[in-house]
T-cell receptor
């Protein structure tokens, strides 16, 4: 059974800092990995999707990497802003299903 | 496109009552998913449909839960009878994969329905 773990559970940083969120998964037989953002009381917004054959994806200040063999992914956020404050969820696609981690609650302080 | 639409956004009901949650997927999408989110268990897949046909309902917790997709633009998740432990946020998501399933499958989520069962 696929299990997804996200570390840390919560992170507080000052504005402008670069930061890394971590995601690990137990079964490396995945089709893809997706990073989402969830704002309080809202749905999930897809940030980046990395296919199993890819090593990384970039969108603006976000960069996600994937090391399938070791079961790890990182989400790098450059020059963080207060508007980046949200919960970030990692999800892996395996056995035709998305399995989610419990997320990292990010707070960026002005 | 308006994105995935869910209704109601909030539902408060009493134990034993029937609850029906509704979802309208993005037009043209061929997959529809129902998830439940709780603090304890995070986001869990309940059931998913392909071209209106239920494919995997192994995540449905009990027989009290049922889901239907009568057409490509509408799905319901019903709980009958509801219990306090069903309190959670229920999300609907849709995606288009066509022949590329399951490789390319970016899912788009609705805003969720917050269910409280008293």
């Amino acid at each position: 059974k696929q299990e997804v773990t996200q570390i840390p559970a919560a992170l507080s940083v000052p504005e402008g800092e670069n930061l890394v969120l971590n995601c690990s998964f137990t079964d490396s037989a995945i089709y893809n990995l997706q990073w989402f953002r969830q704002d309080p009381g809202k749905g999930l917004t897809s940030l980046l999707l990395i296919q199993s054959s890819q090593r990384e994806q970039t969108s603006g200040r976000l960069n996600a990497s994937l090391d399938k063999s070791s079961g790890r992914s990182t989400l790098y956020i450059a020059a963080s802003q207060p508007g980046d404050s949200a919960t970030y969820l990692c999800a892996v696609k395996s056995n035709y299903k998305l399995t989610f981690g419990k997320g990292t609650l990010l707070t960026v302080n002005p | 496109d308006a994105g995935v639409i869910q209704s109601p956004r909030h539902e408060v009901t009493e134990m034993g009552q029937e609850v029906t949650l509704r979802c309208k997927p993005i037009s043209g999408h061929d997959y529809l998913f129902w998830y439940r989110q709780t603090m304890m268990r995070g986001l869990e897949l309940l059931i998913y449909f392909n071209n209106n046909v239920p494919i995997d309902d192994s995540g449905m917790p009990e027989d009290r839960f049922s889901a239907k997709m009568p057409n490509a633009s509408f799905s319901t998740l019903k709980i009958q009878p509801s219990e306090p432990r069903d309190s959670a946020v229920y999300f609907c998501a849709s995606s288009f994969a066509g022949a590329s399933w399951p490789v390319y499958n970016e899912q788009f989520f609705g805003p969720g329905t917050r269910l409280t069962v008293l």
